[in-house]
Every structure is written in C-alpha cells, then in structure tokens.
C-alpha cells in the first residue's frame, strides 16, 4: 500500500501563502519530512528537508535531468525531457507505477529555475498538464504545485522541497495523509546517493 505515495514524490507542493503550521512527519537519517493541512483541500502538503556535502550546481543538474528522474524518484518506471525552452525553464513528463487494480499516474510538469541569490536556486513547479499528449496507459494528475530550494552553505547544499496536489482518482484523502511522508524519504535518500 505505500506504492500510492509515489504520485506525491514529484507533485504535492504547498501554496506559498497557506496559513497552516508545519508539523514533524518524519526525522531520520538527517531527513525531516513536515505536513500541514490546507485550507482548500482534504490532502496535506509537505515539506521535506536536508543538508548534503556538495555544490549546488550538482544538486541542481540531478532535479532538472529529465531524462533520468525516473532513476531515483520514488515508483517511477519512466521519464523524459520534453523540452528545454531556455537556460532556466524545463518540461518534463514522468510516470509513476500503481499496483494493480489501480491505474498508473503520469503528469507533466514545468520547472522553471530562479537565482535567488549568489547561493540560492529556487526550482519551481507547476503543472503543465496540457503542454503533452494524454498517454492512454496513465491517468494523468493535472493539479500539484512546488519548488525545490537549493542553498549552498560552505561545502554543503541545504535542500528544501515542498509540494501540494491532488494524484486523482478515487485514493481516500486519508491514506494518502496517513503514507505521505514515504515518497520524499526515498527521494531524498536516493537523491543524496548521487550528490554526495
């Protein structure tokens, strides 16, 4: 059952302005996973958090590599980069496996990068649903919204991700509360393999 998580991984992003404290999922490893309710919605969003010794620079090349995202984030069994529009902005399509009976997902999302500072990148996310062709194998999730916020410390890269939406179909509000701290763990434990 915790397979229904994955649809979370890459797309459950809090609006910025919410209003809701955060409150601790989940710390181990160094890893800390937050939720909180949102006003407009029966679903949480998260928010999950770590240091790893690297640079900048490589955490970010690894979130916006579309071709290989697939590779380390949590039940997904595919993705690809759609199109490079300019130097900072990305469309990407990933699918995510379900166990049977349910249909696998698949979404495609725009991450656009911002330089905040000399040391910060803000990677955000939106949904871009209708910038690729349904693909008759998936249910596609069209409402999520998020960032990636990179900051460099010394020789260590502070990573903040945070994300709000809605998987689709007919998974109960609880469960997917109950199991959604399971997706950032393993994608942040994946993604500090291939930085660090």
């Known amino acids: ?20 404290e955060w409150s601790l999922k989940k710390d181990k490893d160094d890893i800390q ?7 407009s919605s029966k679903i949480k969003a998260y928010k ?5 010794k690297s640079s900048l620079d490589k955490v970010k090349d690894v979130i916006i590599d579309g071709d290989q995202l697939h590779v380390w984030n ?17 469309l990407i399509w990933m699918a995510l496996d379900l166990p049977w ?21 803000r990677i955000d996310i939106t949904a871009a649903s209708d910038q690729y062709e349904i693909q ?3 249910l596609r999730m069209a409402s999520f919204e998020g960032y990636w916020l990179l900051e460099q410390q010394g ?8 994300m709000y939406g809605d998987p689709g179909g007919n998974l109960p509000s609880w469960f997917i509360n109950s199991t959604i701290a399971r997706a950032p763990y393993h994608n942040f434990v994946a993604l500090r393999e291939r930085v660090q």
């Open 48 to 52: 999950a958090e770590m240091t790893v």
């Open 74 to 90: 949590y039940k997904a069994i595919d993705s690809k980069l759609l199109k490079k529009s300019s130097e900072n902005t990305y």
């Open 1 to 20: 059952m915790k397979i229904y998580i994955a649809m979370l991984s890459f797309l459950i992003s809090a609006p910025l302005f919410a209003q809701k």
């Open 136 to 138: 008759e194998d998936y």
């Open 33 to 39: 996973i937050y939720t909180r309710s949102v006003d």
């Open 101 to 121: 009976p349910l249909r696998n997902r698949d979404f495609v999302t725009s991450l656009k990068l911002n330089r905040v500072s000399k040391d910060a990148v």
């Open 155 to 162: 020789d260590m890269v502070k990573i903040t991700h945070q």
